[in-house]
């Protein structure tokens, strides 16, 4: 349930000259249509993505978590940015502090219009060499939906690549890390569709909370993190980003 006084509370937050920071998880993207990985959708072929996003899967099966991959970018391209990160993309515009945190990796921010956004999990729509051969950049873009061979071959040495993603038990991006800690010093930190069990991710909610800002959590669901902030909203992200923007523009 939505309360409505919390929503003008939050609203009168969000002043011109605030620094504010929002952190996203797979639930701003599941009006769009990408399932959630914990959610009844996120079943592939009765895998968890648990069983899927590793390092150890891909070097068992590398085609079977390409076919997955494969599934999810169709799933995703087929999907447009909704109210809720449309919303995230004129504030990127309408506050001049403003970070977007995301640990979503399918794009529909940027797609969007979000400006700086920092990829904590990387993007499907990127992709490596596995062996990461003399000749390859770190990462390139390939968007062909569907690919046109399964697995896909490394376009500098011909062997295997693998998706731009950051898989369970691999190291963040050191630097984006260092981005996205920096940005916890902020007035406002919104978390919003994600369910705050995995770190660092979580840790940034407490760090913003240590730090002294105003912390709001806007979730379907109570989750580890509605303990601790200010304001936890339970609603689904699409509607009460749209309910507070419209408070934003009734000054
Ligand atoms: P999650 O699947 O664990 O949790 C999603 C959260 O969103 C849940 O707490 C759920 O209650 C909430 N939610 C669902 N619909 C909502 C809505 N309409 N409004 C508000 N909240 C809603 O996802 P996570 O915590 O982001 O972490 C799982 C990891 O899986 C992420 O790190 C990400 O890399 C990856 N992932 C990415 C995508 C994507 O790119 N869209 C999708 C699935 C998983
Ligand atoms: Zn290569």
């Known amino acids: 349930m939505v309360v409505y006084g919390e929503l003008d509370a939050i609203a009168r937050r969000l002043r011109r000259d605030a620094r504010i920071t929002v952190l996203t998880g797979a639930g701003i993207s599941a ?8 959610g009844a959708e996120g079943l592939w072929n009765e895998f968890r993505a648990e069983q ?17 991959y494969d599934w999810r970018r169709q799933r995703i391209a087929a999907c447009r940015p909704n109210a809720g990160h449309d919303v995230l993309a004129a504030w ?15 794009g529909l921010h940027e797609r969007a219009g979000t400006r700086g956004v920092l990829r904590m999990h990387g993007s499907i729509w990127e992709v490596a060499c596995w062996s990461g051969c003399a000749g390859s950049p770190a990462r390139w873009t390939d968007e062909a939906v569907p690919l046109s061979e399964i697995p896909p071959r490394c376009i500098y040495c011909g062997g295997l690549i693998r998706p731009g993603v950051v898989w369970f038990g691999e190291a963040l991006d050191p630097e984006i890390v260092g ?4 940005a916890t010093r902020c007035d406002v930190f919104l978390t919003i569709g994600t369910s705050a069990v995995v770190h660092p991710a979580a840790s940034l909610i407490e760090e913003a909370r240590r730090r002294g800002a105003y912390t709001v959590e806007i979730n379907l669901e109570p989750t580890p993190a509605s303990a601790f902030v200010d304001v936890a909203v339970q609603g689904a992200a699409e509607q009460v980003l749209a309910d507070i923007d419209r408070r934003l523009e009734q000054g």
Do not use: M, Y
């Open 52 to 68: 899927l996003a590793t390092l150890e899967a891909f070097a068992r099966d590398p085609r079977l978590v390409w076919e997955w």
């Open 92 to 106: 990127s515009r309408r506050f001049p502090h403003f970070t977007l945190i995301t640990q979503n990796v399918d």
């Open 179 to 182: 981005k996205c800690l920096e």
């Open 31 to 38: 009006a769009s249509g990408v399932p959630t990985f914990r």
